[in-house]
């Protein structure tokens, strides 16, 4: 079975642009979940989706922002780009968040905003 | 690789020896736990979980051990292998939550 796939898996950005990133989950998981990963903040939830539908969002600006499709599909934006958003974002799928907690992560992609 | 954290702390064992990773978690109400293996330009792995109505579960060759009276997880790796150097994460779920808390993760080396 293959395993989370996380599309680019590199990113090089300019501040003020935008970013889109892609996250194919476990073929069957219907829920997918956000995260980024820098060195001083370590792992953070961005936001966590199930069915086409944000059921979680954790502390971070209107400019993060994501949305699932009806194959579960992922992707995340990012807007108007600051040199604090560079880190690696990870993606993680797993069955249903409310019965199965396992999740399974990405390889991430690493994003850099010069 | 990855450079997963630049000041985590860091546990250095034996090749063979027994490592213990502490964890303390931050919410009363966290119903599962989890342990992540974080290898570098990897994303985190699963190891083994545990819910807050038990206190120990067994894995192949890791043991949880949770003491919810000090909010205190461990995770114990037998016969340490090189390939088990890693970054390992503990992570808390609330009950019935969509948000996993990750913790700040220690950083495993593993001399031969």
Same mark, same amino acid.
Do not use: V
């Given at each position: 079975k293959a395993g989370v796939t996380q599309t680019p898996r590199y990113l090089i950005k300019t501040r003020g642009q935008q970013v889109t990133l892609s996250c194919s989950p476990i073929s069957g998981h219907r829920s997918v979940s956000w995260y980024q990963q820098t060195p001083g903040q370590g792992l953070q939830f961005l936001f966590e989706y199930f069915s086409e539908t944000q059921r979680n969002k954790g502390?971070?600006?209107?400019?993060f922002s994501g949305r699932q499709f009806s194959n579960s599909r992922s992707e995340m934006n990012v807007s108007t780009?600051?040199?604090?958003?560079?880190a690696l974002y990870l993606c993680a799928s797993s069955l249903d968040r409310g019965i199965r907690y396992e999740q399974y992560f990405g390889p991430g992609t690493r994003l850099t905003v010069t | 690789g990855e450079s997963v954290g630049l000041h985590l702390p860091t546990l250095s064992v034996q090749e063979g020896d027994n490592s213990i990773i502490n964890c303390a978690y931050s919410n @009363?109400? @966290?119903?599962y736990f989890i342990w992540y293996k974080q290898e570098s330009g990897k994303g985190p792995q699963f190891i083994i979980d545990i819910r807050s109505n038990m206190d120990k579960r067994q894995g192949q060759r890791v043991t949880v051990l949770l003491n919810k009276t000090v909010k205190h997880l461990s995770l114990q790796i037998a016969?340490?292998?090189?390939?088990?150097s890693a970054v390992y994460f503990c992570a808390e779920t609330p009950l019935g939550g969509f948000k996993t808390i990750f913790g700040a993760g220690t950083r495993l080396f593993v001399k031969a």
């Open positions: 502390n971070f600006p209107g400019r780009l600051e040199l604090g958003d560079s | @009363s109400a @966290s119903d016969a340490t292998q090189p390939g088990d």
